[in-house]
Protein backbone atom coordinates (compact mmCIF):
# COMPACT_ATOMS: atom_id res chain seq x y z
CA UNK A 1 0.00 0.00 0.00
CA UNK A 2 1.25 3.70 -0.72
CA UNK A 3 1.80 5.95 2.02
CA UNK A 4 0.18 9.06 1.90
CA UNK A 5 3.32 10.61 0.71
CA UNK A 6 4.03 8.68 -1.84
CA UNK A 7 0.96 8.70 -3.11
CA UNK A 8 0.31 12.50 -3.63
CA UNK A 9 4.22 11.97 -5.59
CA UNK A 10 2.27 9.45 -8.02
CA UNK A 11 -1.18 11.73 -8.18
CA UNK A 12 1.11 14.27 -9.26
CA UNK A 13 3.40 12.40 -12.04
CA UNK A 14 0.30 10.84 -13.07
CA UNK A 15 -1.51 14.34 -13.97
CA UNK A 16 1.62 15.42 -15.74
CA UNK A 17 1.79 12.69 -17.81
CA UNK A 18 -1.69 12.68 -18.72
CA UNK A 19 -0.67 16.77 -19.50
CA UNK A 20 1.91 15.33 -21.97
CA UNK A 21 -0.03 13.27 -23.78
CA UNK A 22 -2.91 15.09 -24.12
CA UNK A 23 -1.60 18.43 -24.37
CA UNK A 24 -4.76 21.00 -24.21
CA UNK A 25 -6.33 18.67 -27.19
CA UNK A 26 -7.37 15.37 -25.68
CA UNK A 27 -7.04 12.10 -27.43
CA UNK A 28 -8.15 12.66 -31.20
CA UNK A 29 -8.00 9.26 -31.89
CA UNK A 30 -10.43 7.89 -29.14
CA UNK A 31 -12.98 11.49 -30.52
CA UNK A 32 -12.52 10.58 -33.83
CA UNK A 33 -13.23 6.95 -33.41
CA UNK A 34 -16.50 6.46 -31.82
CA UNK A 35 -19.05 8.44 -29.33
CA UNK A 36 -17.07 9.61 -25.98
CA UNK A 37 -20.32 7.29 -24.44
CA UNK A 38 -19.62 4.10 -25.90
CA UNK A 39 -19.40 1.14 -23.64
CA UNK A 40 -16.64 -1.10 -23.41
CA UNK A 41 -14.57 -3.39 -21.10
CA UNK A 42 -10.95 -4.07 -21.63
CA UNK A 43 -8.87 -6.94 -19.72
CA UNK A 44 -4.69 -6.85 -19.33
CA UNK A 45 -2.84 -10.07 -20.48
CA UNK A 46 0.54 -11.21 -19.33
CA UNK A 47 2.52 -12.08 -22.29
CA UNK A 48 5.66 -12.60 -20.58
CA UNK A 49 6.73 -14.49 -17.09
CA UNK A 50 7.92 -12.49 -14.15
CA UNK A 51 6.93 -10.29 -11.36
CA UNK A 52 3.53 -8.74 -11.67
CA UNK A 53 3.89 -5.12 -10.21
CA UNK A 54 1.98 -1.51 -10.43
CA UNK A 55 -1.39 -2.88 -10.35
CA UNK A 56 -2.49 0.22 -7.49
CA UNK A 57 -0.55 2.68 -10.03
CA UNK A 58 -2.72 1.64 -12.92
CA UNK A 59 -5.39 1.29 -10.94
CA UNK A 60 -5.21 5.18 -9.87
CA UNK A 61 -4.20 5.85 -13.59
CA UNK A 62 -7.54 4.82 -15.16
CA UNK A 63 -9.90 6.54 -11.78
CA UNK A 64 -7.79 10.01 -12.01
CA UNK A 65 -9.43 10.28 -15.53
CA UNK A 66 -12.13 8.30 -14.85
CA UNK A 67 -13.46 7.48 -11.25
CA UNK A 68 -16.63 5.84 -12.98
CA UNK A 69 -14.51 2.85 -14.68
CA UNK A 70 -14.72 -0.42 -13.05
CA UNK A 71 -11.26 -1.76 -12.05
CA UNK A 72 -11.45 -5.50 -11.07
CA UNK A 73 -8.15 -7.12 -10.23
CA UNK A 74 -7.50 -11.57 -10.40
CA UNK A 75 -3.77 -11.08 -9.10
CA UNK A 76 -2.58 -9.19 -6.57
CA UNK A 77 1.78 -7.16 -7.03
CA UNK A 78 4.37 -9.11 -6.09
CA UNK A 79 2.75 -12.18 -8.04
CA UNK A 80 4.44 -14.53 -10.63
CA UNK A 81 2.92 -13.95 -14.29
CA UNK A 82 3.22 -16.65 -17.34
CA UNK A 83 1.91 -15.58 -20.36
CA UNK A 84 -2.24 -15.94 -21.12
CA UNK A 85 -3.16 -14.62 -17.37
CA UNK A 86 -5.37 -12.43 -16.66
CA UNK A 87 -3.97 -9.44 -14.72
CA UNK A 88 -6.99 -7.07 -13.91
CA UNK A 89 -10.59 -6.10 -15.88
CA UNK A 90 -12.28 -2.88 -16.95
CA UNK A 91 -15.06 -1.56 -17.68
CA UNK A 92 -16.50 1.69 -18.91
CA UNK A 93 -16.26 4.25 -21.28
CA UNK A 94 -14.01 3.22 -24.19
CA UNK A 95 -12.69 6.75 -24.41
CA UNK A 96 -11.24 6.40 -21.09
CA UNK A 97 -9.97 3.04 -21.42
CA UNK A 98 -8.16 3.75 -24.59
CA UNK A 99 -7.01 7.28 -23.58
CA UNK A 100 -5.34 5.83 -19.95
CA UNK A 101 -4.16 2.61 -21.68
CA UNK A 102 -0.54 3.60 -22.63
CA UNK A 103 0.08 5.55 -19.44
CA UNK A 104 -0.91 2.76 -17.43
CA UNK A 105 1.23 0.22 -19.69
CA UNK A 106 4.39 2.30 -19.29
CA UNK A 107 4.25 1.97 -15.22
CA UNK A 108 3.32 -1.49 -15.25
CA UNK A 109 5.92 -2.61 -17.71
CA UNK A 110 8.68 -1.05 -16.68
CA UNK A 111 8.02 -1.60 -12.11
CA UNK A 112 7.48 -5.13 -13.43
CA UNK A 113 11.03 -5.70 -15.24
CA UNK A 114 11.90 -4.12 -12.13
CA UNK A 115 10.41 -6.12 -9.74
CA UNK A 116 11.25 -9.33 -11.52
CA UNK A 117 15.37 -8.30 -11.54
CA UNK A 118 15.07 -7.51 -8.48
CA UNK A 119 13.39 -11.29 -7.49
CA UNK A 120 16.17 -12.68 -9.04
CA UNK A 121 18.75 -11.04 -7.25
CA UNK A 122 17.13 -12.20 -3.71
CA UNK A 123 16.66 -14.98 -4.83
CA UNK A 124 20.35 -15.47 -5.55
CA UNK A 125 21.01 -14.93 -1.62
CA UNK A 126 18.34 -16.58 0.06
CA UNK A 127 19.66 -18.21 3.07
CA UNK A 128 22.78 -15.65 3.88
CA UNK A 129 22.21 -12.61 6.07
CA UNK A 130 22.49 -10.47 2.82
CA UNK A 131 19.59 -7.73 2.26
CA UNK A 132 19.45 -6.48 -1.32
CA UNK A 133 19.43 -2.54 -1.73
CA UNK A 134 18.36 -0.14 -4.77
CA UNK A 135 20.36 2.68 -5.41
CA UNK A 136 19.91 6.18 -6.67
CA UNK A 137 20.30 5.34 -9.73
CA UNK A 138 16.72 6.07 -10.85
CA UNK A 139 15.38 7.74 -13.66
CA UNK A 140 14.34 11.30 -12.97
CA UNK A 141 11.22 11.67 -11.46
CA UNK A 142 10.27 7.69 -11.44
CA UNK A 143 12.30 7.35 -8.22
CA UNK A 144 8.75 6.46 -6.23
CA UNK A 145 7.55 4.24 -8.97
CA UNK A 146 11.11 2.25 -9.43
CA UNK A 147 11.69 1.72 -5.43
CA UNK A 148 8.20 0.87 -5.26
CA UNK A 149 9.07 -2.12 -7.65
CA UNK A 150 12.06 -2.81 -6.09
CA UNK A 151 10.09 -3.43 -2.54
CA UNK A 152 7.08 -5.47 -4.45
CA UNK A 153 10.48 -7.69 -5.90
CA UNK A 154 11.15 -8.80 -2.27
CA UNK A 155 14.45 -6.17 -2.24
CA UNK A 156 14.78 -2.95 0.39
CA UNK A 157 15.00 0.57 -0.37
CA UNK A 158 18.52 2.50 0.25
CA UNK A 159 17.80 6.25 0.62
CA UNK A 160 15.13 7.91 -0.93
CA UNK A 161 17.00 11.09 -1.94
CA UNK A 162 19.39 12.87 -0.54
CA UNK A 163 17.31 14.20 2.87
CA UNK A 164 17.00 11.07 4.58
CA UNK A 165 20.69 10.00 5.03
CA UNK A 166 23.98 11.15 4.81
CA UNK A 167 26.27 9.47 2.68
CA UNK A 168 29.71 10.50 2.83
CA UNK A 169 31.31 8.72 -0.96
CA UNK A 170 34.46 9.24 -1.92
CA UNK A 171 34.19 13.09 -3.55
CA UNK A 172 32.81 14.29 -0.18
CA UNK A 173 35.76 12.65 1.64
CA UNK A 174 38.43 14.07 -0.51
CA UNK A 175 36.98 18.04 -0.80
CA UNK A 176 36.55 17.50 3.17
CA UNK A 177 40.48 16.28 3.59
CA UNK A 178 40.40 13.00 3.95
CA UNK A 179 37.92 10.66 6.22
CA UNK A 180 38.46 11.98 9.66
CA UNK A 181 38.03 15.35 8.48
CA UNK A 182 34.89 14.57 6.64
CA UNK A 183 33.40 12.51 9.75
CA UNK A 184 34.08 15.47 12.02
CA UNK A 185 32.67 18.08 9.68
CA UNK A 186 29.29 15.75 9.00
CA UNK A 187 28.51 15.04 13.06
CA UNK A 188 29.54 18.82 13.78
CA UNK A 189 26.58 19.74 10.77
CA UNK A 190 23.85 17.10 12.16
CA UNK A 191 24.65 18.82 15.63
CA UNK A 192 24.28 21.95 14.65
CA UNK A 193 20.97 20.80 12.82
CA UNK A 194 19.50 18.36 15.31
CA UNK A 195 19.77 15.68 12.30
CA UNK A 196 17.97 12.22 13.21
CA UNK A 197 19.27 10.48 9.88
CA UNK A 198 21.77 7.93 9.99
CA UNK A 199 25.44 8.02 8.26
CA UNK A 200 27.18 6.01 6.02
CA UNK A 201 30.88 6.21 4.64
CA UNK A 202 32.00 4.81 1.59
CA UNK A 203 35.41 2.99 1.98
CA UNK A 204 37.87 2.19 -0.74
CA UNK A 205 40.38 0.30 1.00
CA UNK A 206 41.21 -1.82 3.94
CA UNK A 207 43.29 0.84 5.27
CA UNK A 208 40.27 3.40 4.93
CA UNK A 209 37.86 0.47 6.69
CA UNK A 210 40.79 0.55 9.81
CA UNK A 211 40.32 4.81 9.44
CA UNK A 212 36.29 4.18 9.82
CA UNK A 213 36.74 1.94 12.70
CA UNK A 214 38.92 4.21 15.04
CA UNK A 215 36.71 6.79 14.49
CA UNK A 216 33.89 4.55 15.48
CA UNK A 217 30.77 6.85 14.78
CA UNK A 218 29.45 5.94 11.48
CA UNK A 219 26.01 3.58 11.24
CA UNK A 220 27.07 2.09 8.01
CA UNK A 221 30.40 1.00 5.90
CA UNK A 222 30.13 1.05 2.08
CA UNK A 223 32.97 -1.03 0.96
CA UNK A 224 33.62 0.15 -2.59
CA UNK A 225 34.29 -1.74 -5.62
CA UNK A 226 36.25 -4.48 -3.14
CA UNK A 227 37.34 -7.85 -4.15
CA UNK A 228 36.22 -10.67 -2.49
CA UNK A 229 38.92 -11.26 -0.54
CA UNK A 230 39.17 -7.86 0.04
CA UNK A 231 35.66 -8.59 1.56
CA UNK A 232 36.04 -10.89 3.75
CA UNK A 233 39.09 -9.22 5.38
CA UNK A 234 36.85 -5.92 5.88
CA UNK A 235 33.78 -8.19 7.49
CA UNK A 236 36.32 -9.70 10.06
CA UNK A 237 37.61 -6.63 10.80
CA UNK A 238 34.50 -4.63 11.67
CA UNK A 239 33.14 -7.82 13.49
CA UNK A 240 29.83 -7.08 14.00
CA UNK A 241 30.33 -3.59 15.19
CA UNK A 242 28.75 -1.82 11.99
CA UNK A 243 26.71 -2.54 9.30
CA UNK A 244 28.20 -3.73 6.26
CA UNK A 245 27.37 -2.83 2.55
CA UNK A 246 28.96 -3.97 -0.09
CA UNK A 247 28.55 -2.54 -3.53
CA UNK A 248 30.22 -2.19 -7.26
CA UNK A 249 31.17 -4.19 -9.48
CA UNK A 250 28.19 -7.44 -8.43
CA UNK A 251 26.36 -9.01 -10.66
CA UNK A 252 24.53 -11.73 -10.49
CA UNK A 253 27.37 -14.22 -11.49
CA UNK A 254 28.84 -13.31 -8.47
CA UNK A 255 26.15 -11.78 -6.14
CA UNK A 256 26.45 -14.89 -3.82
CA UNK A 257 30.12 -15.21 -3.46
CA UNK A 258 29.95 -11.73 -1.67
CA UNK A 259 26.62 -12.89 0.16
CA UNK A 260 28.65 -15.17 1.91
CA UNK A 261 31.13 -12.89 2.82
CA UNK A 262 28.81 -11.97 5.65
CA UNK A 263 27.97 -8.98 4.38
CA UNK A 264 24.59 -7.22 5.69
CA UNK A 265 23.32 -5.21 2.35
CA UNK A 266 24.17 -5.45 -1.39
CA UNK A 267 23.14 -2.42 -3.41
CA UNK A 268 22.63 -2.85 -7.01
CA UNK A 269 22.57 -0.32 -9.68
CA UNK A 270 21.40 -2.43 -12.13
CA UNK A 271 17.61 -2.86 -10.40
CA UNK A 272 16.58 0.35 -11.57
CA UNK A 273 18.75 1.30 -14.45
CA UNK A 274 19.38 -1.92 -16.25
CA UNK A 275 15.99 -3.40 -16.73
CA UNK A 276 14.29 -5.00 -19.14
CA UNK A 277 10.14 -3.80 -18.89
CA UNK A 278 7.84 -7.24 -19.08
CA UNK A 279 5.53 -7.58 -21.97
CA UNK A 280 1.77 -6.84 -21.02
CA UNK A 281 -0.93 -6.37 -23.32
CA UNK A 282 -4.66 -4.70 -22.94
CA UNK A 283 -7.20 -6.49 -25.04
CA UNK A 284 -10.56 -4.44 -25.80
CA UNK A 285 -14.01 -5.65 -26.79
CA UNK A 286 -17.40 -3.48 -26.95
CA UNK A 287 -20.02 -4.24 -24.27
Known amino acids: MLTEREKYQVQEHIKISFREDFS ?9 SFHEETQASAVLISKDTGIIAGIEIAELVFHFLDPEL ?8 GQC ?19 AERLALNYLQ ?7 ITAAYVDAVSGTKAQILDTRKTSPGLRVFEKMAVKIGGGKNHRFGL ?10 IDYAGGIKAALDSCYKYKEANSLDIPVEIE ?3 LTDVEK ?7 DRIMLDNFSLEETRKAVELINGRIEIESSGGITLSNLR ?18 IKSLDLSLKASIS
Do not use: W
Request: with cysteine; glycine share 8%.
Open 257 to 274: AYADCGVDFISIGALTHH
Open 212 to 218: VLRDGRV
Open 110 to 116: RMSGIAT
Open 70 to 77: KFNQFIED
Open 81 to 99: IEPGMKIFELKGRASSILS
Open 24 to 32: DQGDHSSKS
Open 203 to 205: TRS
Open 163 to 172: YDMIMLKDNH
